[in-house]
């Protein structure tokens, strides 16, 4: 079955670079996301990639795809106390718009 | 443009009472999906809609969920009766796209 495995906890310090990893089952997966949740509120969509690339950057946030691996990686430059949250890595299921999610990595950033 | 709107955004039931959930996707998103999001967990698909449609209920508890969406637009989720277990935060997405807009979410506490 379909499964997406993420660490729990992530403890950096403001500034440096924060990488969260994930691992999925679908191959077929079309799109990889990253969604933010902060305490009491919805999922927010940070950034996403489409299967045929490898990275993708859009300014502090780096995601690096390795398919051979079904491995994806989000990192955060300089990170910052805001960025503390929940992060969820999501796979599209089977080519469709259904949304498999990970556990979640909490990230927690001191100063 | 507005957000996914969700309401009540927190309710305290007792077992085996009722519950409903309501939820206004963006304005002209015919796709809407209900998730089922328990603590230290992801999200995971309750029932998917396209317009007033049920595309996709197989993960939907039918003996005591049930959900509709009569006009293609709000749509509710109702726990009827509600178990210890349902406690969770019963997250509602539009999309647009391959893009899935998160509400914020109800928090759902069963004593």
């Known amino acids: 079955g379909e499964d997406v495995e993420q660490s729990l906890f992530l403890s950096v310090r403001e500034g440096d670079s924060s990488v969260i990893n994930c691992t999925y089952t679908d191959s077929s997966s079309t799109y990889l996301y990253w969604y933010k949740q902060e305490p009491g509120a919805g999922l927010q969509l940070l950034t996403y990639i489409f299967s045929n690339m490898d990275m993708k950057q859009d300014q502090r946030l780096t995601v690096l795809l390795n398919k051979k691996d079904k491995h994806l990686s989000l990192r955060i430059a300089d990170t910052q106390t805001g960025d503390s949250a929940i992060y969820f890595c999501?796979?599209?299921?089977?080519?469709?718009?259904?949304?498999?999610f990970g556990t979640g990595t909490r990230l927690q950033v001191f100063p | 443009e507005a957000g996914v709107a969700q309401s009540p955004r927190y309710k305290i039931i007792e077992k085996r009472q009722s519950v409903a959930f309501w939820c206004n996707p963006i304005?002209?998103?015919?796709?809407l999906y209900w998730y089922q999001q328990i603590l230290g967990q992801g999200p995971k698909l309750l029932i998917q809609f396209q317009n007033n449609g049920v595309v996709d209920d197989s993960q939907l508890p039918k003996d005591r969920f049930s959900a509709e969406r009569l006009k293609g637009v709000d749509s509710t989720l109702k726990i009827q009766p509600a178990k210890l277990e349902d406690s969770a935060v019963y997250l509602c997405a539009s999309v647009r796209g391959d893009t899935q807009y998160f509400g914020p979410g109800t928090r759902l506490t069963v004593l």
């Open positions: 304005s002209g998103h015919a796709t």
């Open positions: 999501a796979e599209s299921y089977y080519n469709t718009d259904k949304l498999i």
